[in-house]
């Protein structure tokens, strides 16, 4: 069904998607540049993998630039419910991408990955909007370093 799901695919504007090999429409990346928010002006590039469950099974999306945000840990894990426990054969490639970009919008400290950030968002917000800044810029956070990701 994934040929269907890509060639109807209606972007958000913040949203661009790239595909390495024109022949492999499985495998590819989605590049989210939220255009407000905590993350505006960032550039974040997640790639997907459509297994031969799909669409069983959901894709496996992974984010490849490191951020700070309590729903996607250090290692690119993307803790998005429709990726997991409430995914139907029903939704799409689309339903996903307009899911990630909601997580830019509106991070959910209720379900982290990154527990520290959530702490953050719930007890000082101010405090992780100067986090959020200081990672796109390219700083550390912590003992941690976030590569510059500002588009």
Wanted: with cysteine; proline share 8%; net charge negative.
């Amino acid at each position: 069904r994934t040929n269907p799901d890509i060639n109807e695919l209606n972007l958000p504007k913040t949203c661009d998607i790239s595909f390495s090999d024109p022949d492999d429409l499985l495998n590819f990346k989605l590049v989210i540049c939220p255009d407000e928010g905590f993350y505006k002006s960032g550039k974040f590039v997640f790639s997907f993998k459509v297994g031969q469950g799909y669409p069983h099974d959901p894709p496996k999306v992974k984010c490849e630039t490191m951020v700070y945000h309590p729903n996607i840990d250090l290692e690119g894990n993307v803790c998005l419910n429709i990726l997991r426990e409430d995914w139907k054969p029903v939704l799409t490639i689309n339903s996903i991408i307009y899911g990630l970009q909601y997580l830019f919008l509106e991070p959910n400290p209720e379900d982290p990955l990154n527990k520290e950030a959530a702490e953050v968002l719930q007890n000082n917000r101010r405090l992780f909007e100067q986090n959020v800044q200081r990672s796109m810029r390219g700083g550390y956070i912590g003992s941690t370093y976030f590569e510059r990701c500002l588009k």
